[in-house]
């Protein structure tokens, strides 16, 4: 698998707002996937999209693929202050590779 | 509780102690992962499992040895480590390759200090 690069580093926001993380990589991909890291605790996956998918929704995520820009992007509206957290993508299946990934804070 | 559990949760050792890691799944997945994740570093893949068989060895020094005796359990072994090695050290699972592939499961990571 290749390593996905996750844009911006970090990102502040006011609780309610949307935030918005970009994921950039290079070959081509059979899946994408988007994953949350509370500090300090293990990964939790989110969200898994396929590359014939363009769009994914689950609940308050919104996962879009753009598979000719080898880009993809996560939004979380009416962000809540519990979404602070680290944000990774991965592509392709195993042995997955992370990024640095965007760190989103959430301002109460 | 995701299904993937890891103890214990925090570890102090001195370097010239001898430890294990444990990590168990009930997810009936036939691959498992470790993982490490130091302070502002990328996580770092450290070993892989098929089906019980290391496919995968990152490089990873010799002062940490996997064991997977089962499909649903993955040890780490820890021996002699430098302070260097304190980190979070996540373990992993998932099902194998292709439409059958949703993605990984992980624990909750053992938190590692050497001193």
């Known amino acids: 698998s290749q390593q996905g690069e996750e844009d911006p580093q970090a990102l502040s926001i006011q609780e309610g707002e949307n935030a918005t993380m970009n994921c950039s990589y290079k070959?081509?991909?059979?899946?994408l996937q988007w994953y949350r890291q509370n500090s300090g605790r293990g990964l939790v996956h989110l969200i898994l999209i396929r590359s014939n998918e363009r769009e994914k929704h689950s609940g308050r995520l919104r996962v879009t693929l753009d598979t000719s820009k080898k880009s993809s992007s996560l939004l979380i509206t009416a962000s809540r202050a519990a979404d602070t957290a680290s944000y990774f993508c991965a592509t392709g299946n195993t042995p997955l590779v992370f990024g640095k990934g965007t760190r989103l804070s959430v301002i109460a | 509780e995701t299904g993937v559990t890891q103890t214990p949760r925090h570890l102090v050792m001195g370097m010239t102690n001898k430890k294990s890691l444990k990590c168990e799944q009930h997810l009936g997945h036939n691959a498992m992962y470790w993982y490490k994740q130091s302070a502002k570093k990328p996580l770092e893949l450290m070993f892989v499992?098929?089906?019980?068989?290391?496919?995968e060895n990152n490089s990873v020094p010799s002062r940490f040895s996997p064991e997977c005796p089962n499909s649903s359990h993955l040890f780490l072994h820890l021996h002699t480590l430098q302070p260097e090695d304190s980190a979070l050290y996540l373990c992993?699972?998932?099902?194998?390759?292709?439409?059958?592939?949703?993605?990984?499961?992980f624990g909750s990571g053992t938190r590692l200090t050497v001193v």
């Open positions: 070959t081509s991909i059979n899946n």
């Open positions: 992993a699972s998932s099902q194998a390759q292709g439409d059958t592939f949703v993605g990984y499961t």
């Open positions: 499992y098929n089906f019980k068989e290391q496919t």
